[in-house]
């Protein structure tokens, strides 16, 4: 983007900060206000998954202490016009997504239009404007979930994306949220070299590219972040921590896979790595595995952006995955023995976007709240 207008883009899956707010809020906002002030954008679009947390029939009512602290405080005042959009209405199945958009401009930010979808034009950014609850009817974005034949088994989950689209000095960009399907065992994303998680993750992202491609509004450059639950190739990764051991494999009474156990061959003692539904255990060495020289040998495994690489592009990123943290408030730089830590939450850009980007400025593509709980995922910007 111009020199004149630095801009700050964040993914943030927040669904843990809602399962225990009077713990987590305070602190998360804090890391997030660190940022804010020492980047200094005029332009700031944060992208959040899992609004309300994943008991969101009980703690939707959070979300609100959310906007609260983030609208009260003393760095946010100089942002004198915002959008926010925040699909809190979990009755209809076929389109609650848990997706928030939040958008920040500048006081000495001049010349901003957000484009009306229903009107086909751009119009003027003069106040400050929430959309809460039901939000089928605002104008200003367009939010969908993927077709239900997309869904692994075809069940409703919180998926799906908000765009919105943008004109700042008379540059065209669209800004879009989304969440990917995760994988739901870890044994069966073991299975196979890709996984049926990653193809699933794939075909809808494929539909969602085409449907910008091909649809009623002039394609525009776009930056698309949010968690997209992009995994590693489990079982090349596996086969990399387990060639000195021999797999154990315990089965239910019906013959169904439950658990591997990979002793060190020669000390059957020892477990080097435990596999379940969702346990995933390296045993004394697990997050020092991952998150030492911040994950680069894992980098080769990270590949669910390759099929896609003609259209978009990211900044190398020097952080570890992002995902599974302790959601103990306490220690934000454990992982959780649940799955195989991965790069999950992630900003990607057009290759028509890189105009818009001016690469003699100093661009970060970091983490915030690096040694803080910031829930199971960590905040990811990229500051352009």
Not at 204 to 211: I, S, T
Request: hydrophobic fraction near 35%.
């Amino acid at each position: 983007m111009d020199t004149t207008v630095p801009m700050l883009l964040i993914t943030a899956n927040v669904g843990s900060i809602f399962e225990d707010p009077d713990n987590m809020l305070t602190s998360w906002v804090a890391e997030f206000l660190k940022v804010v002030t020492e980047k200094r954008p005029l332009f700031m679009a944060m992208h959040c998954q899992e609004v309300g947390g994943k008991n969101y029939e009980t703690c939707m009512a959070h979300v609100n202490d959310l906007v609260k602290l983030l609208l009260g405080s003393e760095e946010l005042q100089c942002y004198n016009r915002l959008r926010v959009y925040l699909d809190e209405d979990f009755r209809p199945a076929d389109k609650f997504t848990a997706l928030g958009n939040f958008y920040f401009i500048h006081k000495d930010l001049d010349n901003i239009t957000l484009w009306d979808f229903d009107e086909s034009k751009f119009v003027p950014v003069n106040d400050k404007q929430i959309h809460a609850g039901s939000i089928e009817e605002i104008t200003t974005k367009e939010k969908d979930k993927f077709p239900q034949h997309f869904f692994p088994d075809h069940k409703w989950s919180r998926k799906g994306f908000i765009r919105t689209r943008w004109c700042i000095n008379s540059r065209v960009f669209d800004l879009i949220n989304i969440h990917l399907f995760h994988d739901a065992s870890n044994l069966v994303a073991m299975e196979t070299t890709p996984s049926t998680f990653r193809d699933s993750r794939e075909r809808a992202f494929d539909y969602l590219l085409n449907r910008f491609e091909t649809d009623r509004y002039q394609t525009a450059p776009h930056f698309i972040f949010g968690d997209f639950n992009f995994r590693l190739d489990a079982q090349s990764v596996v086969q990399r921590l387990t060639t000195q051991t021999t797999p154990v494999y315990v089965k239910t009474s019906k013959n169904e896979l439950k658990k591997i156990m990979y002793q060190e061959k020669g000390n059957e003692e020892k477990i080097v790595l435990t596999i379940e539904k969702k346990l995933f255990d390296h045993g004394d060495k697990h997050t020092e595995a991952f998150i030492v020289d911040n994950g680069k040998w894992l980098e080769e495994f990270d590949n669910e952006l390759q099929p896609f690489q003609d259209r978009l592009a990211e900044y190398p990123h020097h952080f570890p995955p992002s995902y599974p943290y302790s959601e103990d408030i306490r220690d934000g730089v454990v992982y959780m023995k649940t799955r195989l830590p991965a790069w999950c939450d992630r900003v990607f850009f057009s290759h028509s976007a890189k105009q818009l980007i001016d690469e003699k400025e100093e661009l970060v593509y970091s983490v915030i709240g690096p040694e803080v709980c910031m829930g199971d995922h960590k905040v990811n910007y990229v500051r352009i």
